[in-house]
């Protein structure tokens, strides 16, 4: 202990001045735009190529099961290919009037992720450079994943669908109801289902997709399988919870989703078009 007060009054001089050092920093950057701006990208950048180095490492003995995931989605890609020429020769105008041509997808891997947080967040490795932007979409081979709230030039941050911040607009498949689906912070394997209301029908099993009503996912992206259901005397909605499709604990690769018209449909909602006299 002796020592230890010996080096202190030693270079207490250099020590104070690391400290005033220090404070000087973050002040610069908690008060200055730009300085912050600067100081998250560049730090943001340093965290992801570590963690993209060690998700590499680790990566390598994950691969069998990664094989089979993709198996399984390129599978299921076949069958909706084949579908396609049945579809297009019975019902051409409809098929012209899918949305899917105007939604485009970046394929990213997962450098980095948190799942035992309140507000979880992934690192993904593309950034503007590749297309990426602020607010983006985010999907996995399984279902939804999340939304993109901040990019640099090579790697972007994604608020995860376990993030309290994050609200999904729903619907309940078989009912066609809209809901919402929010995460309490607790259990990373399900979230919950709200404003189900208490006149339908529901079931275990049943299926919770994305409502399409926003520009993050495309209509009917997998949520997850309602598997909690109850609901109080005097309630008017349900309390559900579901069981997440994507497997937060073993995600590797996602998809960045780029709703091509959505700055000409977002320039739309926020023009006042009606006035009321």
């Known amino acids: 202990m002796r020592r230890l007060l010996q080096f202190l009054y030693q270079y207490r001089s250099f020590l104070l001045f690391l400290l005033l050092e220090i404070l000087s920093f973050w002040l610069i950057v908690q008060n200055n735009n730009y300085q912050g701006a600067k100081y998250f990208n560049s730090a943001n950048a340093l965290s992801a190529t570590i963690s993209e180095a060690s998700k590499a490492t680790f990566g390598f003995f994950d691969l069998p099961d990664q094989n089979r995931l993709l198996a399984k989605e390129n599978a299921r890609l076949k069958k909706m290919l084949l579908a396609l020429p049945d579809t297009i020769s019975q019902k051409p105008d409809t098929l012209l009037s899918k949305d899917s041509s105007v939604w485009k997808f970046i394929a990213s891997k997962v450098i980095n992720n948190s799942v035992f947080l309140h507000n979880n967040h992934i690192t993904v490795n593309k950034g503007s450079k590749d297309g990426v932007y602020k607010g983006m979409g985010v999907i996995g081979s399984a279902g939804a ?42 259990d990373p394997l399900h979230v919950n289902i709200e404003y189900l209301p208490r006149h339908l029908s529901l079931y275990q099993g049943d299926t919770i997709v994305t409502s399409g009503y926003n520009t993050l996912f495309p209509p009917n992206t997998m949520i997850g399988i309602l598997d909690q259901i109850s609901i109080a005397e005097d309630a008017t909605f349900y309390e559900a919870k579901a069981k997440l499709a994507t497997d937060f604990y073993r995600l590797s690769y996602v998809y960045l989703v780029d709703f091509k018209l959505k700055e000409q449909k977002d320039s739309l909602e926020n023009t006042q078009v009606f006035r009321y006299e």
């Open 145 to 186: 994943v999340g939304q993109v709230v901040a990019v640099s030039d090579h790697f972007a941050s994604v608020a995860s669908i376990l993030n309290g911040s994050i609200l999904v607009s729903s619907l309940h498949k078989s009912s066609g109801s809209l809901c919402t689906t929010s995460w309490e912070g607790k």
